[in-house]
């Protein structure tokens, strides 16, 4: 296992951002749904994105991933299983289920079970199936699916805390398939999904209302190969500003989509940046000298990301006064509370909210990364602590930034990898 020595850093200069994660491994699953071949490019290199690749070479696929394009073929002999050890690691592998059943009318995927994020439920993506006429049974710790034929439905997708990005990308790639119309309510409105549609769309399919709440399907019999570009990643270049923020330095963000981050942008104001989009969605980014208080609430898109809001509660922990941020997505997402408390914050959780008192400094510790988006947040905050920190099971972090040391690095950061 690795760690990261971080010592406080002034950033500046460009960062350029990468493809999306959350978009490429739904769009990694819909190319099941065809024989055909289909080429990804700006597909970020992640573990993650190679876990996807191991659980779909299971599956049937032969895949080449170089210079972050993917291309990806079919072999003759397909299989309908993916097995505990590959989804356990990755939840993202259950948006498999979906397509499997519309191509090959079968399939067996394992349940991914809980994470330390708190509880993530499938109630939604099975329920979704199984309008589209799918019969559905856990067993053994998996969902065993099978249908004779899926015929378009009229589906209610909201659940208790609204809509589902990724039962959205399975219920839709099933419906890309099934036979007749389907109306997709409550449906995610993130941009991973629209792009997913997109992609979809460019291989045949017959979607509307990609972007709302409303998805109509008709299904079609085939889909074909495409190429496709997977769209910036909104949660990296957010994370950028978070750690411009955070270390009072301006930085300048390339590559992003700035109307994907319209939330975020909104809060990086009120906390005291200046953010300027210049030529090509350049986004300018220069902090105040004191950071402002604020109040937060992660919501589903066009809300503020859940995916942001450890790295900005780190920002929060330097601001001159109290700020409260509500976890509506998922309650329990608050592991890196305890460790930048260690740093010299100030953060009381309570249930699904934290009360963050702003300190005027944070002090570099030793912490332990939980979770992909709190070690990022501790990076932030190491960036911005006095003295050196240590940041342990740095292997949270491969999964979703690509080269982030190297990107940090660019910008002036002291990051060193060592052995743990
Ligand atoms: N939910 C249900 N039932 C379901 C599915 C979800 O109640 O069947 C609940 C969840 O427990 C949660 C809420 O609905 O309270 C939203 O969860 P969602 O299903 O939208 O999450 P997801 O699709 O499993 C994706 C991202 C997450 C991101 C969430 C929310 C991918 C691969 N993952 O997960 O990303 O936090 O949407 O935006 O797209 C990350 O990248 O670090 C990450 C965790």
Avoid at 351 to 360: L, Q, R, S, T
């Amino acid at each position: 296992m690795d760690k990261f020595v971080v010592h406080q850093s002034r950033l500046s200069g460009q960062v350029k951002i990468s493809g999306s994660k959350n978009t490429a491994l739904p769009v990694m699953a819909a190319t099941l749904l065809t024989d055909q071949i289909c080429v990804i490019s700006n597909v970020p290199d992640l573990k993650d994105i190679k876990t996807m690749i191991g659980i779909l070479e299971g599956l049937g696929k032969k895949i080449k991933f170089s210079k972050n394009i993917l291309t990806i073929k079919s072999k003759k002999n397909k299989n309908f299983i993916a097995p505990y050890k590959l989804v356990r690691t990755m939840r993202a592998s259950f948006c498999c289920l979906g397509p499997l059943l519309a191509k090959l009318k079968k399939a067996k995927v394992a349940l991914p079970g809980g994470c330390i994020i708190g509880p993530r439920p499938v109630d939604l993506h099975i329920k979704g199936l199984r309008n589209l006429g799918a019969n559905i049974i856990i067993e053994n710790g998996y969902c065993q699916a099978k249908t004779k034929k899926l015929k378009g439905a009229h589906i209610y997708l909201g659940g208790a805390f609204g809509s589902s990005v990724l039962a959205t990308a399975n219920v839709l790639m099933a419906a890309a398939l099934a036979e007749g119309e389907s109306i997709i309510e409550h449906a995610a409105c993130e941009p991973e999904i629209e792009c997913l549609a997109l992609f979809l769309k460019k291989m045949g399919a017959k979607i509307e209302g990609e972007g709302t709440p409303i998805l109509k399907v008709i299904g079609v019999k085939k889909l074909s190969g495409c190429e496709f570009k997977i769209i910036a990643d909104r949660i990296e270049a957010g994370t950028f500003i978070a750690a411009s923020l955070a270390t009072k330095s301006p930085i300048i963000i390339k590559g992003a989509n700035p109307s994907h981050l319209t939330s975020v942008i909104e809060v990086a104001k009120k906390i005291g940046a200046s953010i300027k989009i210049g030529k090509d969605s350049t986004i300018f980014v220069k902090p105040a000298k004191r950071l402002k208080p604020v109040n937060i609430t992660t919501l589903p898109y066009p809300g503020f990301p859940t995916d942001l809001q450890a790295q900005f509660m780190a920002c929060l922990c330097l601001a001159k006064g109290i700020s409260l941020i509500t976890e509506k997505i998922y309650p329990d997402r608050f592991m890196h509370v305890a460790e930048l408390n260690r740093m010299g914050a100030s953060i009381q959780r309570n249930g699904p909210y934290a009360i963050i008192e702003g300190k005027e400094k944070l002090y570099g510790a030793e912490i332990m990364a939980s979770d992909l988006r709190a070690s990022a947040a501790l990076v932030i905050a190491s960036l911005a602590a006095k003295g050196k920190s240590q940041i342990l099971r740095v292997y949270h972090i491969d999964r979703g930034y690509e080269k982030i040391r190297g990107k940090f690095g660019k910008l002036g950061a002291k990051i060193k990898r060592e052995k743990q």
